[in-house]
């Protein structure tokens, strides 16, 4: 990723961006780091504003897409803050709202959601992908380097599976749920179980049935159960207060049974 956004140079090979070598950060490329590398002496404006400075932009201009980009991200009102006055989410927000300041077709996105706390970058992550869908992100596509296999599932529509020690595209995966994502979808779930798989080399994971259940029909296989406890739970449901008819979780509740 650092390659691609122009921040370190291949060992051997080259990298292009429109048919041209990468030699420095290129147009139109912007990164989010997973740390929220701000300066610690600038406000959220003046944080905001340091890519377009760097561009040379007019103060006027820079001042009204700074805003702008402050207010997409949700940071309306504390654009005279500085770093140390905003939590975790805060801080990250106003990465993304640097990187968005400068208008970039593609977004690099370095694990930008793995040093918050879970509700936190849910929140974030949800927000992200609302904006995407409304089309208010004035860019044309994200890359995203991720370790969270739900949240690859969630947000990409392309996955590239790594190997290490050499690193290698190991899989490719084509995600063509629509936005917005359900985590409970069966479909979705069959996704992460697969790409678990992959990554551990465990064996891949059945796939669900017309009803949406895992492993269903004929070669469906069931737990080991003793003959005694089948026949304990026969006679519960037999006799009082069930008297043959019983809910599943009621029966599972009562006598502790998976």
């Keep these: 990723m650092r390659i691609i956004a122009g921040l370190v140079a291949p060992t051997s090979g080259d990298a292009r961006c429109r048919g041209e070598a990468i030699l420095g950060p290129p147009n139109g490329v912007a990164i989010v780091f997973q740390s929220f590398a701000l300066f610690p002496w600038l406000t959220v404006l003046q944080n ?20 702008a980009a402050i207010d997409l991200i949700g940071l309306d009102g504390f654009e005279s803050a ?18 968005l300041v400068v208008h970039p077709d593609l977004l690099l996105m370095d694990e930008a959601f793995s040093a918050l706390d879970v509700l936190t970058a849910e929140t974030l992550r949800t927000d992200l992908i609302d904006l995407w869908i409304d089309g208010r992100l004035p860019i044309k596509s994200i890359l995203i380097v991720t370790h969270n296999i739900e949240e690859a599932v969630l947000m990409c529509d392309r996955i590239l599976v790594f190997s290490s020690n050499p690193g290698r595209v190991a899989a490719e995966v084509k995600i063509d749920l629509p936005h917005p994502r359900n985590r409970l979808d069966p479909t979705f779930r ?15 994971a059945r796939a669900p049935a017309i009803e949406g259940i895992p492993g269903t029909g004929i070669g469906m296989a069931l737990n080991h159960v003793s003959s005694n406890v089948l026949s304990g739970l026969i006679e519960t449901l037999a006799g009082p207060p069930y008297s043959g008819h019983a809910d599943l979780p009621v029966l599972a509740g009562s006598l502790q049974l998976d």
């Design 82 to 99: 500085y770093p140390k006055e905003l939590s975790g989410g805060m801080r990250q927000r106003v990465g993304f709202a640097r990187a």
């Design 48 to 67: 905001v504003e340091l890519g377009l400075e760097a561009l040379g932009t007019d103060a006027e201009v820079r001042r009204k897409r700074a805003l």
């Design 190 to 204: 069959q996704l992460v179980d697969q790409l678990y798989a992959r990554m551990t080399q465990r064996p891949q």
